[in-house]
């Protein structure tokens, strides 16, 4: 079991190393295609979204009281409310909903 978890170390730092390389030994000039660099602006949004949406819904005891959460925080978000704000009413509609179900 312990050289497992040796071998898996290993394993992800030389996957971090090369994700972290290959760009640098390929991409020598700036990058101009107007799609890539779109794509490119937009994966850590997306990654932060993939890890933190499934964690929203399942971090309280029913999955309606953490959608209510979500889509109240995401109307106040939508109508430019600052992040303070947004999460404070999110965490209210959270605590309302848990106590009422």
Known sequence: MSANVYLYIVVM???TYLIRLIPLTILRKEIKNIYIKS?????????LA???FPAILSATKSLW?????F??????????QGLFKVSLI????????ELMI
Do not use: E, N, R
Not at 71 to 80: F, H, V
Not at 90 to 97: G, K, L, P, R, T
């Open 13 to 15: 730092a030389l996957v």
């Open 39 to 47: 794509f490119l602006y937009y994966v850590p949004y997306v990654t």
């Open 50 to 52: 993939v890890m933190t």
């Open 65 to 69: 009281s953490g959608l209510a959460g």
């Open 71 to 80: 889509i109240s925080a995401m109307i106040l978000a939508y109508c430019k």
């Open 90 to 97: 999110a965490c209210i509609i959270v605590f309302m909903v």
